[in-house]
């Protein structure tokens, strides 16, 4: 994963297509370094043909001094086909097994290691096959398949009939991937003249073009044609280092350097022009700064100064996204499928004007939504907002619009002072009226006037393997203890059966007689507000599902004055499959009036939220004048580009949801279930069972892709204790645990963020189980260091 040495300048060569001069140009590339009496090596990854025919002989007989060049191929065949076709045959004829593109990219990774160990200053060139889109041995494109190493990269343009546009097309194909090209070459064909169009094309995008001479016929004598072609390769690259390629030599050269000097200037420069969220700059020096040079899949490629001194080390080091990128991620980082939705949505529309208009992705997107995913039996209406606080901003709207029209009009006069019902710890996100729909926190600005009533609920947590409920002082005093313990995780969810039980009857009183007195105190309350199942920001709560179902009851049979409160569900965090589930409202058994949705919906992309409205609420808006509408919007609303990413994200993981990697998650849980409840996590029951027996954790809990930790720690929010027991995640170490399910069988580290007292780790919805066992490890190994602390 993002290969780059002091020692080693490293090249990825691409093709436009098969057959425009690869091996020729890289074997130019090969001995313009070696006539600078520089160690060169030359891999070629996936050869087919015949073995005298094969790149790396050429580059063995024609590259330059041997004692400079070495060359070496790691996978042969000699069926000349496609890299794929040629596996499957050799596969077919029990000759060879088809790598899949892990242990490919992993062949080639340590092999580069290798190189870069073995030299003060190297130069490598690694050639691919074919074209850009040729499959690789798996059948993955290879531009996808090379893309967990994020090599520098050097693009041979067709020289021949058509190659103006397959050299374009080549290369916009490696610019959606995020290639870093250095250079674009191709022959100075006389006759068809491409080098004539494509160098301006290339130097107005910034990006260096050289011609090179063509080749001389290929003579049917063997020796005759060894000489000729030693003559022309002397006639590019003279002793004298001032051929055609002399300028592009040091343009290779210049532009390694200025990227290893890029990353090492970017912490100093980001403390004087940023200001980040959520950190303390008096705190922050450059060593604490975290430079990702690239993403992909569930990992950043990262530099870290203090850590990357060797030369001969990789300057780059994988660090596993272990929260998710702030929840936003689903399907990894630069997945292709959402890059190209991106692009097409960019391509077809940009940004249109959305009011009384209408595009293709945005209605496809909302009549999934409303019809098919999360609103479906409830919800009549999808309205776009940017993110997940401007999303709760409208659903709080809706919600006040909703009560205030139901209010008799000799009670209207203390609108301003209409409130909401939440939980201890909820958060809806940082803007000035999300804030205000939460109890008074750390998050609160000078101008917070909360405006609401929020109960302390019941939480679920595992400690020594069983699942238990802490109880609020005022339920616990009820029930006299403090703590129940529950027979099984489903059962804990299976909030239907759950409803007629003592627990239920003492839940409903307490809500009932907390509701009763505010209302003879005067509080109206206009919306519900919830974060179903599982509060995020406010340290990772799992509450009660019994206790929020209820809540939800108890509300709606309550009214003062016949005005009616709505029900919010703000399932930015929590919904489309972050817990499992794509949304939590069948686990409760109701349905709410709106809900909030974001992060997930568009993989991790661009920002982008929906809020679902029934059709009463959306009714609240109707009326004569423009005054009684929803007077509420942005400039991009429903922007194309993110409507789009949100429709190819929605059909990536709904697929998914049905896949055998889901199943077999699944599976693992069945045991600790006694009823058929669709209650399970990513990380495995006995590893979260192992680590609910350690003394240093107070409780932990898992669904889908979270897994949280409530260490034994009285600081709370406040507390450093979970940053500072897991602090050493940060640190990339040798160690073979760490080298098990990262790109490239790389050594990793992990990017993590705390909750005060409690550390969360967080999956992508196609995180490899072999990453996650492996993270697992990590996990436990830092915990198991920690003394006893009960």
């Not at 580009?641 to 697929?655: D, L, M, R, S, Y």
Request: glycine share 6%; with cysteine; net charge negative.
């Amino acid at each position: 994963m993002g290969l780059l040495f002091k020692n080693l300048r490293i090249h990825q060569v691409f093709g436009a297509n098969t057959d425009v001069g690869k091996t020729i140009i890289t074997t130019a590339l090969v001995r313009a370094s070696a006539t600078r009496d520089t160690p060169v090596f030359y891999l070629k990854p996936v050869s087919t043909g015949a073995p005298e025919d094969a790149d790396d002989e050429h580059i063995h007989r024609h590259g330059g001094p041997r004692r400079l060049v070495t060359t070496r191929c790691l996978h042969r065949f000699s069926d000349p086909v496609s890299p794929h076709l040629a596996a499957a045959r050799a596969h077919q004829a029990k000759v060879a097994e088809i790598p899949s593109d892990s242990t490919f990219t992993k062949t080639i990774a340590n092999y580069i290691q290798e190189c870069a160990g073995t030299s003060a200053a190297a130069h490598m060139y690694i050639e691919t096959a074919g074209g850009v889109h040729s499959p690789t041995l798996s059948g993955t494109s290879q531009v996808d398949t090379y893309r967990p190493l994020f090599l520098p990269t050097i693009l041979v343009g067709d020289s021949k009939l058509g190659g103006i546009s397959t050299t374009i097309s080549a290369y916009e194909s490696l610019l959606l991937r995020g290639y870093i090209i250095d250079a674009v070459l191709l022959f100075g064909d006389e006759y068809y003249r491409n080098w004539e169009y494509l160098t301006p094309f290339f130097s107005e995008r910034g990006v260096h073009i050289s011609v090179v001479p063509p080749p001389p016929p290929r003579a049917a004598d063997v020796q005759t044609n060894t000489a000729i072609t030693d003559d022309y390769y002397t006639s590019v690259i003279p002793s004298d280092h001032r051929g055609p390629l002399s300028s592009l030599f040091e343009h290779l050269e210049h532009s390694h350097t200025r990227r290893l000097q890029e990353l090492i200037s970017m912490p100093k420069r980001a403390l004087s022009s940023i200001w980040w969220p959520f950190v303390q700059h008096s705190h922050i020096s450059p060593s604490d700064v975290t430079v990702i040079d690239s993403a992909y899949q569930d990992f950043f490629s990262t530099h870290k100064p203090a850590t990357t001194s060797s030369s001969t080390t990789s300057q780059l080091k994988p660090e596993f996204d272990g929260s998710a990128s702030w929840w936003t991620q689903a399907i990894g980082h630069a997945h292709p499928s959402l890059t190209l939705a991106a692009a097409s949505a960019s391509g077809r529309y940009g940004h249109v004007l959305f009011p009384q208009a209408i595009h293709s992705p945005a209605l496809k997107l909302a009549e999934w939504l409303v019809h098919e995913g999360p609103g479906k039996g409830w919800a009549s209406r999808a309205f776009f907002s940017d993110n997940g606080s401007t999303g709760m901003e409208v659903a709080l709207k809706m919600a006040l619009r909703k009560f205030t029209r139901t209010l008799p009009s000799n009670t209207q006069k203390n609108n301003k002072r209409i409130g909401v019902i939440g939980l201890k710890g909820n958060y809806h996100g940082d803007t000035i009226g999300a804030m205000d729909a939460c109890e008074e926190g750390v998050y609160s600005s000078e101008w917070h006037d909360a405006k609401g009533f929020w109960f302390e609920s019941p939480e679920i947590g595992i400690r020594d393997s069983l699942i238990q409920i802490d109880l609020p002082p005022a339920i616990a005093a009820a029930i006299g203890s403090n703590r129940i313990e529950a027979p099984s995780l489903s059962w804990i969810y299976d909030v239907a059966e759950r409803l007629n039980t003592p627990l239920a009857d003492v839940y409903r009183r307490h809500l009932r007689a907390a509701l009763d007195k505010l209302h003879q105190d005067g509080r109206q309350f206009a919306a519900l507000v919830l974060e179903p199942l599982l509060m995020g920001a406010g340290g990772m709560i799992f509450v009660d599902p019994l206790f929020q179902r209820i809540l939800v009851d108890v509300v709606r049979e309550t009214s003062v004055d016949g005005a009616q409160t709505s029900v919010i569900f703000d399932e930015v965090f929590v919904g489309l499959y972050r817990l499992g589930l794509q949304t939590t409202a069948p686990t409760l058994g109701v349905k709410p009036d709106i809900s909030v949705h974001a992060k997930i919906l568009t993989g991790g992309l661009v920002p982008l939220s929906i809020t679902l409205a029934s059709e009463q609420i959306f009714k609240s808006f109707l009326g004569s004048t423009k005054a009684e509408a929803l007077l509420h919007g942005h400039s991009y609303t429903a922007h194309p580009i993110g409507c789009e990413v949100a429709n190819q994200t929605i059909q990536i993981v709904e697929k998914l949801s049905q896949s055998e990697e889901w199943k077999i998650a699944r599976e693992q849980w069945k045991p600790l279930n006694a009823l058929e409840a669709n209650i399970w996590s990513f990380w495995d029951p006995n590893f979260v069972n192992a680590i609910s027996a350690l003394s240093t954790v107070d409780s932990v809990m898992t669904l889908g892709s979270v897994l949280a930790l409530k260490l034994d720690d009285a600081g709370g929010y406040v507390s450093h204790a979970a940053h500072d027991i897991f602090k050493t995640l940060k640190v990339n170490t040798e160690d073979e645990k760490s080298m098990t399910g990262a790109p490239g069988g790389l050594a990793y580290s992990v990017n993590f963020r705390t909750l005060g007292n409690v550390a969360y780790f967080m999956t992508s919805l196609n995180t490899p189980a072999d990453t996650i066992r492996s993270l697992e490890d990590k996990i436990w190994d830092t915990l198991k260091t920690i003394p006893a602390t009960r």
